[in-house]
């Protein structure tokens, strides 16, 4: 994997942006306990299987890390339906007859069904909020990529991991499933390019909307 790039202005803003990140994470989890507590019950009375789903994803500088989700599908799946979907997105493929979700994975016979529910409202990613407290990843940065999404990408996406993953960024507030992997990895770069701790925060508030939109989810 080519070296990422460092953008100055990122590293005189690294402070800034953990502060931000840790305050955020300590109010978010003293109001969404009861949340927490709540779905977890829920996805353990949906089906067998843990609440929580573990996955290794690149983070800064291609550092493998095991970032947490709650589970949407029925435990023990395989990942070879989501490895064929990349394939066809890579060659130019839709994967879904959804007009609003077109690149995203639709249908999935192996997502429960508080999962389908957890996936349209972005609820699953609230684990990663752990993630961010332990600094794997941010509250705003580029979506974390499974290992085997980089093999397809170009010399100049990998620019995107100069940065730690977020759990809201460019990608999720402008499209999500409506806009194919080229595109999402350009906003990516496009975030990292042109990042100012003002940019965090205004992604920060586009996300509520996005979220109750679900702008792009399934």
Same mark, same amino acid.
């Given at each position: ?9 990122? /590293? ?29 019950? /829920?996805?353990?009375?949906?089906? !067998?299987? !843990? ?47 959804? !007009? ?8 999935? /016979? ?70 194919? !992997? ?37």
């Amino acid at each position: 994997m080519t070296r990422p790039i460092e953008r100055p202005a990122l /590293a005189r803003g690294a402070i800034g942006k953990r502060v931000l990140d840790v305050v955020l994470v300590g109010i978010a989890f003293i109001v969404l306990a009861p949340v927490f507590l709540v779905l977890a019950l /829920a996805i353990r009375i949906d089906s !067998p299987g !843990p609440a929580i789903f573990k996955q290794q994803r690149v983070g800064r500088n291609g550092k493998i890390f095991v970032c947490l989700k709650f589970r949407t599908m029925v435990q023990g799946s395989s990942d070879q339906t989501h490895r064929r979907a990349i394939q066809r997105l890579w060659a130019g493929e839709r994967i879904s007859d959804d !007009p609003k979700a077109e690149f995203k994975l639709t249908n999935d /016979a192996r997502v429960t069904s508080v999962g389908r529910w957890l996936r349209r409202t972005s609820l699953d990613e609230l684990p990663q909020l752990i993630n961010v407290l332990r600094g794997e990843m941010s509250i705003v940065g580029p979506r974390p990529a499974i290992p085997y999404e980089i093999d397809y990408f170009q010399e100049w996406h990998h620019e995107r991991h100069s940065v730690k993953p977020g759990i809201t960024g460019l990608w999720q507030v402008r499209g999500r499933g409506r806009v194919g !992997p080229m595109e999402m990895l350009r906003l990516d770069v496009e975030y990292v390019r042109t990042w100012t701790l003002w940019t965090d925060l205004k992604l920060i508030v586009l996300t509520i909307p996005a979220m109750l939109r679900a702008l792009g989810a399934r």
